[in-house]
């Protein structure tokens, strides 16, 4: 079972950037899907962005051009920097890991978001964007 730890959220305004961070403890092994997730009160938890590492990164449409997942494989962690952040990204911040690639739609490269899909998360991170 992974461990992981989110870190970096904060208040911000309007248009600033942030970056948040998931360490992992544990061997996410030579394939792994590590995903971000976001919850807003009242809503489910929706998914932001996912890294396969040997497959292609996914993002949400509500995020794509503005969030980009990465990994630093040396510190054995995800990060998740986020730019030009809007009201409507205030949520709980949520670091997922799977030790199989990240699932996908049938037969499309489509990443299915399932929460479901990942047996090990963290506690969480708070951003809140706010003028």
């Known amino acids: 079972q992974l461990q992981l730890v989110e870190s970096g959220g904060a208040s911000v305004q309007p248009g600033m950037n942030l970056r948040l961070s998931c360490a992992v403890t544990?061997?996410?092994?030579?394939?792994?899907?590590v995903a971000w997730f976001r919850k807003a009160p009242g809503n489910k938890r929706r998914p932001v962005a996912a890294?396969?590492?040997?497959?292609?990164?996914s993002y949400a449409d509500s995020v794509k051009g503005r969030f980009t997942i990465f990994e630093d494989n040396a510190k054995n962690s995800v990060h998740l920097q986020m730019k030009n952040l809007q009201p409507e990204d205030t949520a709980m911040y949520f670091c997922?890991?799977?030790?199989?690639?990240?699932?996908?739609?049938?037969?499309?490269?489509?990443?299915?978001?399932?929460?479901?899909?990942?047996?090990?998360w963290g506690k969480g991170t708070q951003v809140t964007v706010s003028s």
């Open positions: 544990g061997n996410l092994g030579n394939r792994h899907c």
């Open positions: 997922a890991a799977s030790q199989r690639a990240c699932a996908y739609v049938a037969s499309t490269p489509i990443w299915a978001g399932e929460p479901a899909d990942f047996p090990d």
């Open positions: 890294l396969d590492n040997v497959g292609p990164t």
